[in-house]
């Protein structure tokens, strides 16, 4: 059993070449378990999240990846990971499963989202808003720390970050730094 509150809320210094490793595996096996289940088909996108997918930024040692699926494939695909590789799935909303995996010592979180979900897009807009933005990129990391010591529960955690999200989806609608061929979300959920 993998529980996404199993493990301690501890950020490591950044190891963004190692993590991106990491990313290009479990995509890899993520394509392969999907391709032989005849779903590749219903896959978007997969795209590497979170803090392991910003450079020079700390994280927890999980990385996270979404993958976009139409929106009526969100049961099967997430079906498929957990049986085919491993895991705890959980079905959060229709349109948000995360599968939480570990392969062989390692950490993965594998958001399976409908392609019109706004989950992955704040994903997206968070991950390329704090590369493009140094001065971001160093409050997050000051705000996840801050919490990571106040908290040792990952909710109290996530929703921590909460209005740092908004305002960095804020940043996205108004700097033409960053650009998206979505709507970026109006609100974090």
Same mark, same amino acid.
């Given at each position: ?18 993590? #991106? *490793? ?7 096996? =993520?394509?392969? &378990?999907?391709? %032989?289940?005849?779903?590749? @088909?219903? !896959? ?57 995996? #570990? *392969? ?7 958001? =399976?989202?409908? &392609?019109?979900? %706004?989950?992955?897009?704040? @994903?997206? !807009? ?64």
């Amino acid at each position: 059993m993998v529980s996404p509150n199993e493990d301690p809320i501890e950020l490591v210094p950044s190891r963004h070449d190692a993590w #991106r *490793e990491r990313f290009d595996a479990e995509r890899e096996r =993520v394509t392969d &378990a999907l391709r %032989d289940a005849t779903l590749e @088909s219903a !896959v978007d996108r997969i795209e590497h999240v979170g803090s392991t997918a910003v450079p020079g930024l700390a994280a927890k040692d999980i990385v996270d990846l979404d993958i976009v699926v139409a929106d009526d494939a969100v049961d099967a695909v997430s079906r498929t990971l957990e049986s085919e590789l491993g895991g705890d799935r959980h079905e959060n909303s229709d349109e948000w499963h995360p599968v939480f995996r #570990r *392969e062989n010592v390692r950490r993965f979180n594998d958001h =399976v989202f409908a &392609a019109s979900s %706004d989950g992955w897009k704040i @994903s997206v !807009v968070t991950r390329d808003v704090l590369v493009k933005h140094s001065e971001l990129r160093a409050e997050y990391e000051t705000l996840k720390r801050d919490l990571a010591a106040e908290h040792d529960d990952l909710v109290a955690y996530s929703t921590g970050k909460t209005a740092f999200v908004e305002r960095v989806l804020e940043v996205a609608r108004t700097d033409d730094a960053v650009s998206f061929e979505f709507s970026v979300p109006t609100d974090h959920r």
